[in-house]
């Protein structure tokens, strides 16, 4: 059996750490200026477990990849929540909240999209309201 050569491997380690560093300053700035109002500098929880010393910041997402604030493309193997479902920006949804957006989003008052939403969630789920 071949043993592990502990020295080469934390060395290897320090390496790859030190290049995930040099290649992500941005990441790097934006998480230590989030600790200021972030606990551990990040929105979640969850997102504190990362594999080096700080998490990347995405700067936007299409499909099933994303770009972080460095510029560096990525495919999004965490696909979180709905992207998951439908991949990042699916067309059909950017333009049904395109549109939305330019009708209004915030009425404090009934509208037939509300109707629309209720008598399908009804169907849905059997329930009444």
Known sequence: MTSIDR?????ALRAELARFAAEHPRSRALF????????????MS???????????????????????????EYVD???GDTGAMTGHAPEAALAAIKAQL????TFMLPTEDALAVSSELARRFGLPF
């Open 7 to 11: 020295r080469r491997l934390a060395a």
């Open 102 to 105: 330019d009708r209004g989003i």
């Open 46 to 72: 969850w997102m504190v477990r990362w594999a080096g010393a700080f998490p990347l910041f995405v700067d936007r997402a299409k499909g099933a990849r994303f770009t972080d604030v460095d510029g560096l």
């Open 77 to 79: 193997f965490c696909l």
């Open 32 to 43: 230590e200026r989030a600790k200021a109002h972030l606990h551990d500098g990040v929105p």
